[in-house]
């Protein structure tokens, strides 16, 4: 089930114990602000074994099916998507942010501005839909997005970018302020993948709980495992 949710693992790609303390923190920056933001997904589990082209992944596990979002689960979700790359600015500084954070960006840019475009959540641009698609993309055209035909002036374009920056600031600060107000929480939970690798939802909760976390099962085996191949590979 993990591997058809969160990719397969690539345990042979090798990673320092710096990239691999950066990716906690990551990670854990997502699951904090998800936890913490009204109406989203529960987080099923946190990882930094890479899996695909990630590092990292938090994966969130809907309790429901749903056909549609209303606007305070997107504003939640643009908030946990920038958890990551806040964590790391809180931790490293701005200067040591890294490019691990290009995928969360390019999502929540295209939530919040299809929230101003498609959906009519914006109070300034209201139920319009600005912008259409072509759904019968010509040669040469991509067959993904199809044709984008602009039906707005110049001036709506720069409200619409407005209200698009507007949401995506908005979404920054309120992660920021819940990750600043729980750094202790932050530095916990990265300790703990650090120590574990992987942690399920009732670690991730004794961790909100301000609690130790208890080991995975089996742990002392796997322990006991890495100890060997360890005392193997420096012989």
């Known amino acids: 089930k993990d591997k058809i949710m ?12 710096d990239e691999k303390r950066l990716t906690a923190y990551h990670e854990s920056g997502h699951t904090i602000v998800g936890l913490l933001m009204p109406d989203h997904d529960p987080v099923y589990k946190v990882s930094i074994i890479p899996r695909g082209r990630a590092l990292g992944v938090t994966m969130y596990l809907p309790e429901e099916d749903r056909v549609s979002y209303s606007r305070q689960r997107l504003e939640s979700m643009l908030a946990s998507l920038y958890g990551g790359r806040i964590a790391e600015d809180l931790i490293y500084g701005s ?5 691990g954070a290009s995928n969360d960006i390019q999502r929540a840019s295209e939530i919040a501005r299809n929230m101003v475009k ?3 959540l914006s109070d300034k641009m209201g139920p319009i839909m600005y ?3 072509d759904q019968q993309p010509f040669l040469g055209q991509s067959m993904g997005g199809g044709q984008q035909e602009q039906n707005f002036s110049g001036e709506t374009a720069n409200i619409i970018d407005r ?11 309120q992660s920021e302020k819940i990750l600043k107000e729980n750094i202790d929480i932050l ?12 942690l399920d939802a009732s670690q991730i909760k004794d961790l909100m709980d301000r609690k130790d976390c ?7 085996d796997i322990k006991s495992d890495k100890n060997d191949k360890s005392g193997k590979s420096g012989e």
């Open 214 to 220: 208890a080991p995975p099962e089996g742990w002392d």
């Open 187 to 198: 530095h916990s939970m990265s300790e703990a993948l650090m120590l574990y690798e992987t």
């Open 6 to 17: 969160m990719g397969a693992e690539r345990r042979t790609m090798a990673m320092t114990d």
């Open 131 to 133: 912008g259409s698609e």
């Open 118 to 120: 498609k959906w009519g």
């Open 163 to 173: 209200e698009v920056r507007s949401l995506i600031d908005s979404s920054y600060k």
């Open 95 to 99: 200067k040591n942010v890294t490019t």
